[in-house]
Structures are given as C-alpha cells and as structure tokens.
C-alpha cells in the first residue's frame, strides 16, 4: 500500500506543481489556477507560520510515506528531492528555494493579472 502511495504522490504532487506553473496560461483552467496557486502559497506562508517556512502538507504527507518505506534524510523540499534524484547533482537548498519561491510568486502574479484582465474583458 505504501508504495501505491508513493507512486501516487510523485505523480499528483508534480502534476500540481505542473498546474501551479502553467495552468494560468489556458483559458479554461484560469480560475480554477488562481484558487490552487493561492491555496500553495497560503500554504507556503500561512501554515509555515507554523509548520516552517514554505510548508507543503502534500511534501508532509510524502515524505511519512518514504518514511515508512525505509527512506530517510529527506530533504525540507520536494523539489530539492526530485531535482537531486534526477539530475544526479546535489542541488543548493537555497537556491532552489529561492527559485521555487520565485517560480511561485510569479505564477501567482501572472494568474492575478490574466484573471483580471479576463474580467474586465467580459464585463465591458
């Protein structure tokens, strides 16, 4: 079951930071973006008041899995994790929360705009 879970979370939790990226560039996905890429940075800033600095409750959930999998030594970051796994390189941590928090922030930025840019468009 635990590896089920694992393989489920590494697709869910790329595929949402997929969407946190891109989704605000198709029409269809426009608002549904703006409610999920604020939902992660709230996350990130709201619960990390309590949790720690950029908390994910998706990494939280994750990384309990890999522990029960034997994994251990897991880095703070998701995508700390990935990017090490997959580039063979083991990245800076802060540099890749610097350009995770900045990817983010500007993935909100966009979607703020476009939707209201969209808005107002519908309502002249």
Avoid at 27 to 50: D, E, M, N, P
Avoid at 99 to 109: C, D, Q, Y
Wanted: aromatic residues 22%; contains cysteine.
């Amino acid at each position: 079951m635990y590896q089920f879970l694992d393989y489920f979370f590494v697709v869910f939790h790329f595929s949402l930071i997929l969407f946190n990226l891109t989704g605000w560039i198709f029409h269809k996905t426009r608002r549904l973006h703006l409610y999920v890429i604020t939902a992660t940075i709230f996350s990130w800033v709201g619960l990390g008041i309590f949790y720690g600095w950029g908390y994910c409750p998706c990494t939280d959930w994750h990384w309990q899995i890999k522990y029960q999998l034997g994994e251990t030594g897991l880095p703070a970051s998701y995508i700390k994790y990935y990017l090490d796994a997959v580039t063979g390189i083991s990245w800076d941590a802060f540099t890749v929360d610097v350009l995770t928090a900045s990817l983010g922030i500007a993935a909100f930025l966009l979607s703020v705009w476009i939707n209201l840019k969209d808005y107002v468009s519908q309502n002249n």
